[in-house]
T-cell receptor, first 110, second 112 residues
C-alpha cells in the first residue's frame, strides 16, 4: 500500500508560469517531508523540505506547502524555467527511512 | 568536496547470478542507504549502514545484503538474481541524519 502518492505522472507548464506539484500521504506518523528533483542519468537531488510544525517553507523560486489535516503537500515553482524540467519526487519520514512517491515528470515549455 | 559515486554505471546479468554494486560516500559522511528504483516507481529503501553496522532494513529478502567499510564506502550484494531485480540501484550518503541524504547517479542493473 502506497504511503506517499503523487497522482499526476506528468505536468506541462509554460515558461514563466507557476508549476504546482502535489503529493498526498497516508501515514500520520510522518513528520518531515522533502522534495527531490531527478534528471536523467543522475541521482535525485535534494530541493526543499518542511517539518510538520510548519505549513510553509520557501527557498527562492520554490515553496512547499503542508496541509496536515488533509495529509497533503504541494511544491510551487514560480516562475518556471526550462531547466526545471525533470522528475520530482515527494518523500516523507517519521524517524524512519525515507518513503518516496512515484514521481511527477515536469516539462517546462519555452 | 567529492560527491557520492557508484560503480559500475550499467550491468547486465542473467537469472541466478550474483552481483556486487559499489558506492563511495560523500566526504565526511558516515551513513549509507541503498534504494531500488524500478521503472516508473520511486526509490524504495533496501537498507542503511551506519559505522559499518546495518541500521535498518526495508522489505527486501535476505539475498539482498550489504557491507560498509571503515572508510564508509559500501557494497550491495544480490544473490540468485531474478528478472524483477532489474532496476536502478541508488546509494545515498549522509552524516547520521536520515533526511539530508545525497544520492549517487545509480547503477542500472538488467537481469535477463
Amino acid at each position: 500500500d502506497q504511503q506517499v502518492k503523487q497522482n499526476s505522472p506528468s505536468l506541462s507548464v509554460q515558461e514563466g508560469r507557476i508549476s504546482i506539484l502535489n503529493c498526498d500521504y497516508t501515514n500520520s506518523m510522518f513528520d518531515y517531508f522533502l522534495w527531490y528533483k531527478k534528471y536523467p542519468a543522475e541521482g535525485p537531488t535534494f530541493l526543499i523540505s518542511i517539518s510538520s510544525i510548519k505549513d510553509k517553507n520557501e527557498d527562492g523560486r520554490f515553496t512547499v506547502f503542508l496541509n496536515k489535516s488533509a495529509k497533503h503537500l504541494s511544491l510551487h515553482i514560480v516562475p518556471s524555467q526550462p531547466g526545471d524540467s525533470a522528475v520530482y519526487f515527494c518523500a516523507a519520514s517519521g524517524n524512519t527511512p525515507l518513503v518516496f512517491g512515484k514521481g511527477t515528470r515536469l516539462s517546462v515549455i519555452a | 568536496e567529492t560527491g557520492v559515486t557508484q560503480s559500475p554505471t550499467h550491468l547486465i546479468k542473467t537469472r541466478g547470478q550474483q552481483v556486487t554494486l559499489r558506492c563511495s560516500s560523500q566526504s565526511g559522511h558516515n551513513t549509507v542507504s541503498w534504494y531500488q528504483q524500478a521503472l516508473g516507481q520511486g526509490p524504495q529503501f533496501i537498507f542503511q549502514y551506519y559505522r559499518e553496522e546495518e541500521n535498518g532494513r526495508g522489505n527486501f529478502p535476505p539475498r539482498f545484503s550489504g557491507l560498509q567499510f571503515p572508510n564508509y564506502s559500501s557494497e550491495l550484494n544480490v544473490n540468485a538474481l531474478e528478472l524483477d531485480d532489474s532496476a536502478l540501484y541508488l546509494c545515498a550518503s549522509s552524516l547520521g541524519e536520515v533526511y539530508e541524504q545525497f544520492f549517487g547517479p545509480g547503477t542500472r542493473l538488467t537481469v535477463l
